[in-house]
């Protein structure tokens, strides 16, 4: 498996996503000899996982089966382990379109957080791009570090311990695309612009609050940036489901009778329950001048 | 470790015109590049040729001093339709000179510009400056002073917008294409909003190396977000209806021919064939020019097809779609220029010499794509069109590996809901989502701060899924499992195990 190139079979090493159904999904690693507890029972490592294609059905061992699915870093960021609030597909899409982000490009990140959305850059940016991520926790940067490693993609990718705001990203004037989710990206600003290439790049700012993006966007002002946007995504998912509703008896005068009982027919209707507000985007470009 | 940037795809990346060190200049804008004009919020895409004529916003110019500049370069139209590199002016943060508190005593007689229509006309005609106009529309404006300092600002910025005509030339992307398209011809697009495209492209994993189908008619813009985030590494096969497929917008993404060799077509009246082993590579019947006129328009609702005086205006993407002939001979751009040197040396048999040569390529290419898609392996679907989704779905995902996502786009949600129905019926397909995205902007000033227009129910729809294997083949590691039937049950049962040599660690 690669989180940025797709392969038939499973090998030892991998990670690989075990799907049981309705949305319910978990990690794991794929080791020889070892042993995976699920509802519908034990999955074999060796027998049900190594050497066979991703997409596979496995039957567990109590009877029920499951998928194995080749990890995507949108899949990722649906069941990595939380180190901090994560960004979830719907900003990053946005974000990697809006930052102009494809293979080759060299992006700036910080704060590294629980790695979601460096995963998708990563894939975005290989196999002649790379990523420089910026985490202020040291618990936190080594996570990451050992996770790209794990995931086979570390040499995309160099993670640094250190403020931001304080000691920028460790380069200069290379980057095509900065990114920014750090409670004071105020005081990246400079930062950012300096590690920009000299042509020019893409920023952006990720913020809860608008507070946050009000002072983000006026520092963004005097550092000279251009083209500054504020916006803001959300996802509305549909639940396709048959719903039946009854045929009213209006009484049986009419001739010929009128149909009775229920009639049934295929809804989307909004899910329940639903994201109100994730953070504001902010982007803009620096200027050449 | 330290990443340095590699080397592109193919050696020859960049335009046909510029050979040397395509990299380092990649910044700097050159004869026959792709560009695309900004003024302000609007867009329009061209191609950099000297002295050609170019029109954008009502005015004319050519486009030859932009050569040798740099992307992102402001320029404006001075006499002879000449332009000229401007720097951006600061914004005047004019030291407060008066203001009022609040509007309550000013009338809005329609009086308080002391400037006509013709005076302001004279100015322009003598060649004042955008900005001196500004200034002396402010000098002669009763109500000026009597305004607040943000009603001030907003006016100084809605005259700036209006007389100082700043163009930037800026490098195509997805983004900037995507957002030209959907503002100004969102009909060519299925009135996809570029945020649905942006969750298309990430929601199927599009990236370097992939094998994608890709079946869009939305003008070539789909098909060129993919080629862009490919990068030119893995293949892609476009499927067609009709004709051809139209590329109007991939051309105007620019990138190199290299991009293009992996690039394959694939005609939609030939997938039956394809799916049940009848497949050869004899030429479909030409269509009708009836239902090619109607692909230009994608065939949308009756009200839509009467193309609104606004439409007719202004092209978006210059003559490039005025060019390309949608013949059954698809033609890249690129190979325009000796398709037309034949025929204007009038010498007809080296036309059609050269005409029977390119079928022959195109026959060849198109097995070289059948056999693509008969391996079944394919990373990735996009469907993005006018036609209904369903059959497109249900055919196409053929051709696809497990364990792969998929994603279709429709204007509408009535027939993905179908789409989704018909899935679950055929199985193969997990982790199907219909979904849609809201997008809101905000106006961000010191204390002004607000959302401006949320965008929701008019950018379309996608249906998402990852595919599996299915129930036909069955996994190896089934024959080592007894099992009476397949449901899930919650009771404990024993699994007989043939083989006791396997392994058995705790």
Known sequence: MSFVEYEELIKEGDTAIIFLGHGS???????????????????????????????????????????????????????????????????????????????????????????????????????????????????RAQKAEEEFREHRVDRWVTVRNQDVCKNGFGVSHVADAVFLDIPSPWEAIGHAKDALKVEGGRLCSFSPCIEQVQRTCQALAEHGFIEVTTLEILLREYSVRTANLPLPDLGGALDPLPVLGETQFKIGVPLKETVGHTGYLTFASKSLF | ???????????????????????????????????????????????????????????????????????????????????????????????????????????????SQKLTQDDIKALKDKGIKGEEIVQQLIENSTTFRDKTEFAQDKYIKKKKKKYEAIITVVKPSTRILSIMYYAREPGKINYMRYDTLAQMLTLGNIHAGNKMIVMETCAGLVLGAVME?????????????????????????????????????????????????????????????????????????????????????????????????????????SQEPEYKEHKERGNKKDYIQELQRKQEQQKKRQIEAATLLNERNADGLIIASRYHPTPLALSLLEFVAPSRPFVVYCHYKEPLVECYTKLRERGGVINLRLSETWLRN?????????????????????????????????????????????????????????????????
């Not at chain 1, 029972?41 to 039957?59: D, E, M, N, W, Y």
């Not at chain 2, 479909?284 to 692909?295: A, R, T």
């Not at chain 2, 083949?473 to 080592?480: G, I």
């Open chain 1, 25 to 139: 999904m978990f990690p794991v690693q794929v080791q020889r000899g070892a042993q995976t507890q699920t509802k519908y029972g034990v999955i074999r490592h060796s027998a049900h996982l190594i050497g066979q294609p991703f997409g596979s059905r496995v039957t567990c061992s109590k009877g029920g089966w499951v998928y194995v699915l080749h990890p995507t870093p949108e899949l990722w960021t649906l069941n990595l382990p939380h180190r901090t609030q994560i960004l979830y597909s719907t900003d990053i899409s946005i974000i990697t379109m809006m930052l102009e982000l494809k293979p080759g490009s060299i992006v700036c990140e910080s704060g590294t957080g629980s790695g979601s959305l460096s995963h998708a850059i990563i894939r975005t940016v290989a196999p002649t791009g790379h990523l420089h991520t910026v985490e202020f926790h040291q618990q």
């Open chain 2, 1 to 111: 470790m330290e990443g340095a940037k590699g080397e592109g795809p193919a050696g020859d990346g960049a335009m046909e015109n510029s050979v040397e060190h395509p990299r380092q200049q990649d910044h700097l804008i050159r004869d026959g590049d792709f560009v695309v004009l900004k003024r302000e919020d609007v867009f329009k895409a061209v191609q950099v040729q000297r002295r050609k004529k170019v029109t954008f916003e009502k005015q004319w110019f050519f486009l030859d001093n932009v050569i040798g500049h740099s992307y992102g370069t402001t320029f404006e139209v001075s006499s002879g339709g000449n332009l000229q590199p401007k720097k951006m002016m600061e914004e005047i943060t004019s030291e407060t000179k008066e203001a009022g508190i609040d509007n309550r005593n000013i009338v809005d007689d329609g009086k």
């Open chain 2, 442 to 506: 905000y106006q961000v000033l010191p204390d002004r701060s607000h959302p401006k227009l949320m965008m929701s129910g008019g950018g379309g729809y996608l249906l998402s899924g990852i595919t599996v294997a299915s129930d036909k083949q069955k996994s190896e590691s089934c024959v080592l499992e007894l099992q009476k039937t397949e449901e899930p049950t919650a009771k404990k049962r024993k699994v007989q195990e043939s083989d006791s040599t396997l392994e058995d660690l705790p």
């Open chain 2, 229 to 333: 985030r490919m990068g030119g590494f893995g293949s892609i096969i476009q499927m067609y209806p009709g004709g051809g497929p139209v590329r109007a917008a991939t051309t105007c993404f620019g990138f190199p021919k290299s991009f293009f060799n992996s690039l394959y077509e694939f005609p939609l009246g030939k997938v039956n064939c394809l799916l049940n082993g009848t497949f050869s590579s004899k030429a479909l019947p030409p269509e009708s020019k009836d239902s090619i006129s109607v692909e230009e328009n994608n065939g949308t609702l009756l009200d839509d097809l009467q193309t609104s005086p606004k439409e007719m205006e202004e092209s978006i993407v210059e003559v490039i779609e005025n060019n390309h002939p949608q013949q059954e001979t698809m033609e890249v751009i």
